[in-house]
C-alpha cells in the first residue's frame, strides 16, 4: 500500500486501511467526466465500464447523500430518494462548498466517507462487481480496490436499486 501525504483523499486512504484494504492509487492529470477519464488517463473505455462513479447530493437541511454507481450509469432520483427516505424534490447536486466541506472535488468523489451527516447509497449493481476504479476525494488522483473492501470501510451505506444503465 502505498502511503501520500495529507491530501483530499487521505481520509478515504485511512479508511480503507482501517478495513486492511489492498489498493492502488493512480496519479493522472485532474478529471471530471467521462471524455476526461479516455482523454487524460491510461484508463480505457473497459477500465470504465469496470468503474464507480459516486456522485455527491444534498437531501434535506443537513444531510448529505453519495451514490456510488456503475461508471457508464445514471441516476435514478426518484429511487435514491427512497433508498435515504427523502422526497425527491430535495435530492440535490451538491455545492462546491459541501464537497470542500467533505474534502473532495469534482471529479474526485468518492464512496468512502466516514461523516456522520452522509449516508453512502451503492447501487445493488456495483456489489459484485469486485475490483474497482473508484474517486479518491482529488480530481488527480483514482483508487483501486476490491468493492466489497471499499463498501467494509464506509460505515453509513445502504444499497438499493438507484441507477440504469
Do not use: W
Not at 40 to 67: P, W
Not at 125 to 151: F, K, N, Q, W, Y
Amino acid at each position: 500500500m502505498e502511503s501520500l501525504p495529507t491530501t483530499p483523499h487521505s481520509t478515504a486512504l485511512r479508511l480503507l486501511e482501517g478495513a486492511g484494504a489492498a489498493y492502488i492509487v493512480h496519479r493522472h492529470e485532474p478529471i471530471r467526466t467521462g471524455e476526461d477519464i479516455l482523454a487524460h488517463t491510461a484508463f480505457t473505455q473497459e477500465n470504465v465500464v469496470l468503474s464507480v462513479k459516486t456522485l455527491a447530493f444534498s437531501s434535506g437541511s443537513d444531510s448529505i447523500v453519495l451514490a456510488s454507481i456503475p461508471g457508464p450509469g445514471r441516476i435514478r432520483y426518484g429511487q435514491l430518494a427512497a433508498a435515504v427516505g427523502v422526497r425527491r424534490s430535495d435530492v440535490r447536486p451538491a455545492s462546491p462548498e459541501i464537497l470542500q466541506r467533505l474534502g473532495m472535488e469534482p471529479g474526485g468523489v468518492t464512496p468512502l466517507c466516514a461523516d456522520p451527516l452522509v449516508t453512502v447509497v451503492f447501487d445493488t449493481a456495483v456489489t459484485t462487481m469486485g475490483r474497482v476504479l473508484c474517486g479518491s476525494g482529488s480530481s488527480d488522483h483514482t483508487l483501486e480496490a476490491d468493492l466489497s473492501d471499499i463498501m467494509k470501510a464506509v460505515p453509513q451505506r445502504v444499497v438499493a436499486d438507484i441507477a440504469s444503465l
